[in-house]
């Protein structure tokens, strides 16, 4: 889980591991693993999400190490948190290489939005909306993740 700091990664991780929501929030600092596991038909995937403080994306390069695949997140209020994309992306293959990357837009549940989906895919995102508060998308997306890490395509 990368992205700026306050785009909902902790409640992202929280409402896919738990199903529960807290909108207080509380900075994360350093990284903290989940363990989550999965099954599809026979298969147990077991997923160790790392969810990295936001607030540099230089500051924790050893723990991309080892990565399979990541979740960015922006905030859909934030046109910033879209800016920084990029730089999230390079830090992340400096140390894990060409993994699997999707590309959140949390807290599609707000209204006041700075930018639309479409402007994320114009930029060459593969990406979904998502609200760690109602759950839109949440499942989908750390399973979609999971299956590009299994099949190994990205």
């Known amino acids: ?88 992306i390079l830090a992340l293959q400096s140390k894990a290489g060409d993994v699997p990357i999707r590309v959140l837009a949390n807290k599609a549940d707000l209204e006041n939005r700075a930018f639309e989906l479409d402007h994320l895919e114009d930029l060459g995102f593969v990406s979904m909306m998502t609200s760690a508060k109602t759950g839109e998308n949440v499942e989908k997306a750390f399973d979609e993740l999971a299956e590009l890490i299994v099949n190994g395509s990205g």
Request: proline share 3%; glycine share 8%; charged share 20%.
């Open 1 to 88: 889980m990368l992205g700026d700091p306050a785009v909902g990664k902790t409640s992202l991780v929280h409402k896919y591991v738990n199903d529960m929501f807290d909108d207080s929030y509380l900075s994360t600092i350093g990284a903290k693993p989940v363990k989550k596991t999965i099954e599809r038909g026979e298969d147990v995937i077991i997923l160790i999400i790392w969810d990295i403080a936001g607030h540099n994306y230089n500051l924790h390069p050893a723990y991309y190490l080892g990565a399979k695949g990541a979740l960015l997140v922006c905030d859909l209020t934030r046109i910033s948190t879209v800016d920084s994309l990029q730089s999230w």
